[in-house]
């Protein structure tokens, strides 16, 4: 187990709905990325945040977003849902050496 | 072309066979090499992490790193069922380990 926690496990939404998934970061590491992983494929990058910052974003639109607590965990949100956003969305936190990201369990994400 | 190129398999082998497991890449600004493992329906598992060109050994496992040919690959020795899983190769730039590029996975099944 890395301590990465991430909820909700899995969730079904509809097309155009709006979805807000959470991670809480292990222990001691202040940066915290999302990815993308759709069936299949390997997780591709959405963003990452350090010290509450976006420090880094990969192609995804403007539509996705998200937010840093001060307490290093951290929301994925994702507006007007498409059909090609059913994945698993990982988080994956670090420390300030950034050289390994350990990853949660992920939510697994149908939409509808 | 993809930035990182790996063999989907499936790869099926039988107990106590060494697996050979390969990705190739194309940017050579690439410094950080690592391995996860992910079960089904679960989150990537760190295996190996290594730095510029190399090896290195952690018990059953090998990771190998050449860069001047832009290839990188992970040994598993004596391979048990439980090695039975999808691996991840993943790599990043020095400064910027932020951002993870994933190979697309091979999975691996390992027969009693």
């Known amino acids: 187990e890395t301590g990465v926690t991430q909820s909700p496990t899995h969730l079904i939404k509809t097309r155009g709905q709006q979805v807000t998934l959470r991670c809480s970061s292990q222990?001691?590491?202040?940066?915290v990325s999302w990815y993308q992983q759709a069936l299949g494929q390997g997780p591709q990058f959405i963003f990452q945040y350090y010290r509450e910052e976006e420090n880094g974003r990969g192609n995804f639109p403007p539509r996705f977003s998200g937010l840093q607590f001060p307490n290093y965990s951290s929301e994925l949100n994702v507006n007007a849902l498409e059909l090609d956003d059913s994945a698993l969305y990982l988080c994956?936190?670090?420390?300030?050496?950034?050289?390994?990201?350990?990853f949660g369990p992920g939510t697994r994400l149908l939409v509808l | 072309q993809k930035e990182v190129e790996q063999d989907p398999g499936p790869l099926s082998v039988p107990e106590g066979a060494i697996v050979s497991l390969n990705c190739t890449y194309s940017?050579?600004?690439?410094?950080?090499f690592m391995w996860y493992r992910q079960y089904s329906r679960k989150g990537p598992e760190l295996l190996m992490y290594?730095?510029?060109?190399g090896n290195k050994e952690d018990g059953r496992f090998t990771a190998q790193v050449d860069k001047s040919s832009k290839y990188i690959s992970l040994f598993i020795r004596d391979s048990q069922p439980s090695d039975s899983a999808t691996y991840l190769c993943a790599m990043t730039y020095s400064g910027n380990t932020g951002k993870l590029i994933f190979g697309q996975g091979t999975t691996l099944q390992v027969k009693p």
């Open positions: 940017n050579s600004a690439f410094q950080y």
């Open positions: 222990s001691g590491h202040n940066t």
């Open positions: 994956a936190s670090s420390d300030d050496r950034q050289e390994t990201q350990y």
């Open positions: 290594t730095y510029s060109s």
